[in-house]
């Protein structure tokens, strides 16, 4: 009697943890289901919504920027698909450059892409680049003062780059030829190049026989 009571106490005890079990394995499951779900909804899916976005911008050029903002707002934590809504402002600005409208919007699209890539330097000097054009068709001084913002901060991040500090130069000899930030820049840009080994990364002839016939302000500065 007393091998049946153990026996049947034993049988109860694993019944019980065969319970317990179960209900651990029930809980798991529905927490891995929760988590997954939350990732889905939080992370693949705003991802999955804006690809899906850009993907129409590519294939109907016709609802491009409908369909590159959309892209941008699905997946609000992504600077390429703020950039590429930037990309495409700027396509339709050029095309229309008394719309100030877009102006706006097109420099509010560029702030969000570098809110979001702040160390990128690459970003910077193109979007520098893209409104010294706008600035060339339209005089409009918001945009020559954008540009030398972002030339600058292109500059600090990548001090080292000939190009950038190249095409800055140009700019200012441009639109600010007494600024003696040309000459320095200028300057740096030739030594840099001249330092460089690799003739493929050197400056091209068309940049710095430009840079080489800027113009040197007339005074020094104090």
């Known amino acids: 009697m007393l091998l049946a009571a153990l026996l049947a106490n034993r049988d109860a005890m694993f019944q019980r943890q065969i319970g317990v079990n179960r209900k651990t394995t029930i809980l798991t499951c529905i927490g891995l289901v929760v988590l997954l779900l939350f990732v889905y909804f939080t992370g693949m899916r705003p991802v999955l919504l804006a690809k899906t976005h850009a993907a129409r911008a590519d294939s109907e050029p016709w609802f491009a920027l409908q369909e590159r903002a959309m892209a941008a707002d699905k997946d609000p934590f992504s600077a390429s698909q703020r950039e590429a809504l930037a990309t495409e402002m700027f396509r339709q600005r050029l095309a229309q450059p008394s719309n100030q409208q877009r102006n706006t919007d097109m420099l ?18 193109t979007f520098a680049q893209r409104l010294e054009m706008m600035y060339d068709k339209t005089g409009d001084a918001a945009l020559r003062d954008r540009a030398t913002i972002l030339y600058r901060e292109a500059i600090e ?3 080292n780059n000939a ?11 441009k639109t600010d030829p007494k600024n003696f930030e040309m000459l320095k820049q200028r300057d740096e840009a030739l030594r840099l190049d001249d330092l460089m080994p690799d003739t493929a990364q050197k400056l091209p002839l068309e940049i710095r026989q ?7 302000p007339i005074a020094a500065p104090k």
Do not use: I, T
Request: charged share 25%; no cysteine.
């Open 108 to 125: 509010h699209a560029q702030d969000a892409a570098l809110r979001l890539d702040s160390r990128s330097a690459v970003l910077r000097f």
């Open 157 to 159: 991040r990548y001090p």
């Open 163 to 173: 190009r950038y500090r190249a095409a800055f130069a140009l700019f200012l000899g």
């Open 210 to 216: 430009p840079l080489e016939a800027l113009p040197s």
